[in-house]
């Protein structure tokens, strides 16, 4: 069976997001989970280049097996100036409680692309995509149709909460999901996504952000939150197609229409694609993606001659747990913008010190990151910024010329590296970690605080509601928190023997 691409709720930039539990099964498999308005993925957010945003998140939440408290993080906007709606905890605000709410009130400048909004509180469905259209866009010639029903989300999705499995090492989708909807190994002949095409036309597909100059390919390799845009040229016989969307796992296939969903142009039968997949000819590489936009990178263009140069190795303890520079990250109780709004602006005094690093005001960064332990490839995400990224996982060579400028890049596998160049101008704690969940649940991220002395001044007075967050959340009770607790941990116990520590048992 296949289900037409669903006529998306659209959102505008003032509005707000109902986060509450409800069963679905978009893959066949019924489970409790954690949505925005009723729906996954998540509404589109649809808006102008240069709109304010003003969206409030309401928490009602009722199901204790999953946490009660949320947040929700605006992927790749950079909050200039108001760092206390990026929607981090612990680095840039307390989560929400039951029946709360939080307004977050923030203008994007000149950003425009293909972003998204997530929880960076435990997912569990809470994700979808925002978009900022730019009236003026370079590349408009392009394309004929961009608007919702061109927008493409793909999503691992887990039969299992994330309270539980983040007990578990080594955790594998249970599917992948192509506009929420998908099929599990085994399981039944689910609905699957179809995107509908009419022959002649030209459609933005957007995957995507950032941008770049646009390349001729036949395939890409797309990481956790990534974005791209693709102009599908609908030239093709009036038939079914099939879209593969391969999950980098072991054993991955399209075997009864896995990890796929269904591509019909109109006219076309309602049936199953009998499409062969080949074999690509011309994948997409990284290093052939260039900025279209002020091309180059910052700074003197020779490797280490930047104005602060770091270097961050990725390493896997006994426990399976990530260090960076041999460091676990654990979250502070006070979030780190709150403590530097306390006036907590020494290195020596922000928590977690040894995860912090304290960087000055405008300034070109040059980062190194290399990867010496399993897991990978980790995609990175920084928030607060896009960067350049100089050098590419796998890649040997350095380009300061004209990189690509994105937001999440590949750190590799085992025994490679990457380098990235950004400028420190948006005061404020800005997380860098990867963008598996559970990964960055085991320890891997850092915080860069960007000149924290000045972070006050160039921030937006925070709003009261926003000083109320964590005395609420402080309040709560290891129960009102919801989890499942002890018992996620016996539930993680029946799945694998192969677990991290289980919770305090307070």
Not at 95 to 111: A, E, K, R, V
Not at 269 to 292: D, F, G, I
Not at 479 to 490: F, H, I, R, V
């Amino acid at each position: 069976m296949q289900q037409l691409l669903y006529l998306r709720d659209v959102l505008g930039p003032k509005t707000t997001l109902t986060i509450a539990n409800k069963d679905i099964a978009p893959d066949g498999f019924e489970r409790s989970a954690t949505l925005v308005n009723g729906v996954f993925p998540g509404p589109l957010i649809a808006a102008q280049k240069g709109d304010d945003f003003a969206i409030e998140v309401a928490n009602k939440l009722t199901d204790t097996s999953m946490f009660t408290t949320t947040s929700v993080h605006w992927h790749g906007l950079y909050q200039n100036g108001t760092s206390y709606a990026d929607g981090t905890s612990s680095v840039t605000q307390c989560p929400i409680t039951q029946n709360n709410s939080f307004l977050h009130s923030f203008s994007t400048q000149n950003q425009a692309g293909t972003f998204w909004y997530h929880s960076h509180y435990s997912c569990d469905g809470l994700r979808g995509p925002l978009v900022i259209y730019d009236p003026q866009d370079p590349q408009a010639y392009m394309y004929d149709v961009d608007d919702a029903s061109t927008v493409i989300t793909l999503a691992d999705w887990y039969h299992t909460e994330a309270t539980v499995l983040r007990y578990v090492i080594g955790n594998v989708a249970s599917s992948t999901l192509v506009n929420g909807l998908g099929r599990y190994a085994g399981g039944p002949m689910s609905d699957l996504a179809v995107i509908s095409v009419k022959q002649g036309k030209r459609y933005r597909m957007r995957l995507v952000s950032m941008r770049p100059e646009p390349l001729v390919v036949d395939q890409l390799q797309i990481f956790a939150g990534q974005r791209y845009s693709v102009v599908l040229v609908a030239d093709k016989p009036v038939d079914n197609y099939w879209i593969r969307n391969l999950p980098n796992t072991a054993n991955a296939s399209f075997e009864g229409g896995t990890n796929s969903a269904i591509l019909r142009y109109t006219g076309a039968p309602k049936a199953e694609p009998t499409t062969v997949n080949t074999t690509s000819t011309n994948p997409l590489q990284e290093t052939n993606l260039h900025a279209l936009i002020n091309p180059g990178a910052p700074g003197i263009p020779e490797y280490g001659k930047a104005d602060i140069n770091l270097n961050l190795q990725v390493s896997v303890d006994s426990a399976s747990n990530f260090l960076v520079n041999n460091v676990t990250f654990t979250p502070p109780t006070v979030p780190v913008l709150l403590q530097i709004l306390s006036g907590t602006q020494d290195p020596s005094q922000l928590m977690p010190n040894e995860s912090i690093i304290i960087l000055e005001a405008n300034k070109v960064v040059e980062l190194t990151l290399s990867t010496t332990g399993p897991g990978g490839p980790h995609p990175i995400h920084l928030h607060g910024h896009s960067f350049n990224v100089i050098q590419s996982a796998g890649n040997s060579t350095f380009n300061y010329a004209n990189p690509v400028r994105r937001d999440v890049v590949s750190a590799g596998s085992l025994g490679q590296q990457m380098v990235i160049r950004w400028v420190t101008d948006n005061s404020g704690p800005w997380f860098l970690h990867c963008h598996i969940d559970w990964h960055l649940e085991a320890g891997f991220a850092v915080v860069m605080a960007e000149s924290p002395s000045e972070t006050s001044a160039n921030m937006k007075q925070a709003p009261a509601a926003w000083d109320q967050l964590c005395p609420a959340f402080n309040a709560l009770t290891p129960l009102q928190l919801g989890g499942g607790g002890l018992n996620a941990y016996e539930t993680a116990a029946n799945i694998s023997t192969n677990l991290y520590p289980p919770p305090p048992s307070k």
